[in-house]
Structures are given as C-alpha cells and as structure tokens.
C-alpha cells in the first residue's frame, strides 16, 4: 500500500485567510486526488493533480478557491483561499497504488473561525 | 454518470453477531467497488475492493463483500461484529470509462456495535 503523509494534521484559521496542505507520497505516483469531506457529509473529489499539467477541477470547485500544485510524482500541495467557515473540512490526499486501489492519507482537519 | 446508494444511515449490531453494511451502485461500463472505513477522527483505510473475478472478496479486519451485478451491489459482511467495528463506513465506485481515478463515494454508514 501506499504510505501518504498530510501536513498539516489540523490547523484553525482565521476567515479571509489562506491555507496550504501538503501531500507526500512514499513512491511515485501518476495521479494525484484531493477530496473534501465536510462535516456529517461524505467524500467529494475537488480535482485530480497530474505531474506536468494543470489540475483538473471538479464541478463546483475552481482554481482561484483551490489552487493546486504537483511539482513532481511524489508531492502535491492544496490551497484553500481567502477561507470562510463553510470551508472547514477535512482535506483528504489520495493516489492510486498497486492494483488500481485508491489510499487516502489520513486527512487535513481545518477549522475556520 | 457514477453513483452509489447506501441506503441506511445506521446499522446497530450486537458484538457477536453478523453485520451487513448495504450498498448499491450504478456505473456505464463495469465498475470498481470499494469499501473504506473511517475511524473516528481518522481518514479513510482502504478494507477491500472488486475489480473482476471471483464475486466474494475478502478482505481486512475480516471483512468481505459480495458483487452482485444483476442487483447492482457489493453489501459488505462480516460473520461475528467486534466493538471494534464501531465506525464510519462509505462504500465507493469507479467508473472505468469515465474520469480515470474519481471515485464516487456513498453517503456512508454508522456502524455501532454494542458489548
């Protein structure tokens, strides 16, 4: 399995504020996920990162809110900009690992006050 | 498009006894189906999955799910419920044909297991 380490863990922001996640995954990896999981709510798929190209972005979701980055195949980066306290969420990475299964790093915990 | 129905927002199970986690989904082509569970204040771990093959999957912790594809489900079990098992569980699908790597995810599942 693929080993994703999340930083920050939690954090509480001020609202107007931006806040940037990092991704780090133990092998090289094609895709990269990032998903939002808000309070009592399930999962929702923001945008896939891959290397070399801009995010892809889900609907409802746009760059200038969630500005990606994925500099190489190891390492992602989500920002969550200019917050409101309808963005605290759980941030989750996720990447596909060997036979097609999607890990998830164990989640970003933000809380905008 | 994807989607997955979990059609109980509670399962209430006493320790011992066999829990059944109920999920449904609809996808264009064939799918992949997974089921995760979330710890409280945890993220999401990886149980078990179906690609292609053999219908019954097993999987961590115990637990196993069965594809079905004429009723379009992928229930998961497992035979004797531990309090452990208390937890969040989400059953997911990944439409082969569509955007490579989203997946689909239920509304989720509270599983509570009583001593």
């Known amino acids: 399995s693929a080993v994703i380490s999340q930083k920050p863990s939690r954090d509480i922001c001020q609202r107007g504020t931006s806040l940037t996640i990092q991704c780090q995954v133990d092998s090289q990896v094609t895709m990269m996920f990032w998903y939002r999981q808000q309070p009592g709510q399930s999962l929702t798929l923001i945008a896939t990162?891959?290397?070399?190209?801009?995010?892809?972005?889900e609907s409802g979701f746009v760059i200038d809110k969630f500005p990606i980055s994925r500099p190489n195949l190891t390492f992602s980066t989500l920002t969550v900009s200019n917050m409101s306290p309808e963005d605290s969420s759980i941030y989750l990475c996720?990447?596909?690992?060997?036979?097609?299964?999607?890990?998830f790093g164990e989640g970003s915990w933000l809380t905008v006050v | 498009a994807q989607s997955v129905a979990q059609p109980e927002d509670q399962v209430n199970v006493a320790e011992g006894n066999p829990l059944t986690v109920k999920c449904t989904y609809s996808?264009?082509?064939?799918?992949?189906l997974f089921w995760y569970v979330q710890y409280p204040n945890r993220g999401l771990q990886f149980l078990l999955k179906?690609?292609?093959?053999?219908?019954l999957v097993k999987g961590s912790y115990g637990f196993e799910a069965e594809f079905n594809k004429s009723q379009t489900s992928f229930h998961l079990k497992k035979p004797s419920a531990l309090v452990s098992d208390s937890a969040l569980y989400f059953c997911?699908?990944?439409?082969?044909?569509?955007?490579?790597?989203?997946?689909?995810f239920g509304a989720g599942t509270q599983v509570v297991v009583t001593p």
């Open positions: 179906y690609i292609t093959g053999d219908n």
């Open positions: 996808v264009s082509g064939n799918p992949y």
């Open positions: 997911a699908v990944r439409d082969i044909h569509g955007s490579w790597g989203k997946l689909q």
């Open positions: 990162a891959n290397q070399g190209s801009e995010a892809t972005y």
């Open positions: 996720s990447v596909e690992g060997v036979g097609n299964t999607i890990y």
